[in-house]
């Protein structure tokens, strides 16, 4: 049995319509990547890759038995670009040549590939300490940066495209969240620290940080509790960075929606997927969510299956918001959720969180 689409509805809501989609995926993905026009699904029980059409979810190719778990960086019409984990190389493929060259990392360590544009990538070596730059158009590590290792960072995130060739970059670990600038008109390239808020909190520990330009979002557990999270909201705008606390269950999952597109002034959109359910953090102040945006898709997808086995992911692509859910169903396929959020309706959601302010 394919992939398929199997019905589409809108939500109407009092800031406006947002499209849904449900379909069926025969495959429950163990890895999934979701780009502009398909998506990479990897499944480990068929030991399959399957190149999903996004629009309509057919199956444009089949891989069998995938040696190499890989990362698509980028994909446009001229060239793709993929790392392969398992033997720590880039591949860059011409598409209109059928051609295709590698590119292998130097350094025994696996990175996180961090995309600035389309010529330069950034690797992160988490337990060596050191970012790489790279400029994909010759293959070449243009730059080395080195931080101190008593610093102990865990994550490190593009913000921001500041201006044409300069990008801010978050760095946390456990103490507090660093904000750089790298410039890459400079030579070298310049790396600097423009700003840092701390974190520590008594018996609190961060185990994630969403950001865009105006806030952070930290996940924290409380070293008491097994049972609740707390989502901590940092205005980065104001002069005292003070935030606001929202608390949440451990088996609930929440993202931070408007990451890349948030403009200067602009409240975070927080979305949480609970008990099936999909709400939106609509009034920071009261820790509301509002699940009424989403009644129809909440009330199918309450009673679709009781497996717990479930992701969310978000994607801003111009002027759309989009939000999948994948489930695992009891017969070993996955349901999928596609929600479509026009950009007008996320401007009125961001005037009703302002005013609830």
């Known amino acids: 049995m394919d992939n398929y689409y199997f019905q589409s509805f809108k939500e109407r809501t009092e800031f406006g319509d947002i499209k849904v989609k449900q379909g069926i995926i025969k495959a429950f993905p163990n890895t999934l990547q ?22 309509n979810l057919k199956i444009l190719r089949v891989k069998e038995a995938c040696p190499t778990q ?30 295709s060259k590698y590119c292998s990392i130097k350094i025994q360590a696996r990175p996180q590939v961090i995309k600035l544009n389309k010529g330069f990538y950034i690797f992160w070596f988490k337990n060596l300490s050191q970012l790489q730059i790279m ?3 010759n293959h070449t590590i ?9 610093e102990n960072w865990l994550q490190v995130t593009k913000v921001c495209k500041k201006s044409e060739f300069c990008y801010e970059l978050c760095l946390r670990n456990n103490k507090y969240i660093a904000f750089y600038d790298l410039d890459l008109l400079t030579q070298p390239y310049s790396f600097n620290l423009t700003s840092k808020i701390e974190l520590q909190q008594k018996s ?8 865009n330009q105006n806030h952070i979002c930290n996940i924290q557990n409380d070293y008491m509790s097994e049972k609740y999270l707390s989502l901590q909201i940092i205005d980065r705008t104001s002069q005292d ?10 088996d609930e999952k929440i993202q931070l929606l408007n990451q890349k597109q948030a403009r200067k002034g602009d409240q975070p959109i927080i979305i949480k997927l609970s008990q099936n359910q999909l709400g939106i953090l609509t009034n920071i102040e009261k820790s509301k969510f509002d699940f009424s945006l989403f009644k129809r898709l909440n009330s199918i997808n309450q009673i679709l299956s009781f497996n717990k086995n479930c ?3 978000t994607q801003e692509i111009r002027n759309q918001f989009l939000i999948y859910i994948i489930r695992k169903l009891d017969d070993g396929r996955a349901n999928i959720w596609y929600i ?3 950009k007008k309706v996320i401007d009125n959601i961001l005037q009703q969180i302002g005013n609830n302010l």
């Open 70 to 99: 890989v990362q698509i960086l980028s994909s446009s019409k001229k060239t793709l670009v993929v790392y392969k984990h398992l033997i720590n190389t880039l591949l860059i493929c011409n598409k209109k040549r059928y051609s």
């Open 135 to 137: 400029n994909i158009e």
């Open 34 to 55: 979701i780009e502009s026009n398909f998506m990479l699904s990897h499944c480990d029980d068929s030991q399959k890759t399957y190149i999903i059409i996004k629009k």
């Open 340 to 342: 479509n959020i026009p």
């Open 241 to 250: 960075n003070n935030s606001k606390m929202v608390e949440f269950m451990a």
């Open 142 to 150: 243009e730059q080395n940066i080195f931080l101190q290792r008593n």
């Open 204 to 211: 609190k520990l961060t185990h994630l940080s969403l950001v």
């Open 311 to 313: 992701a969310i992911y």
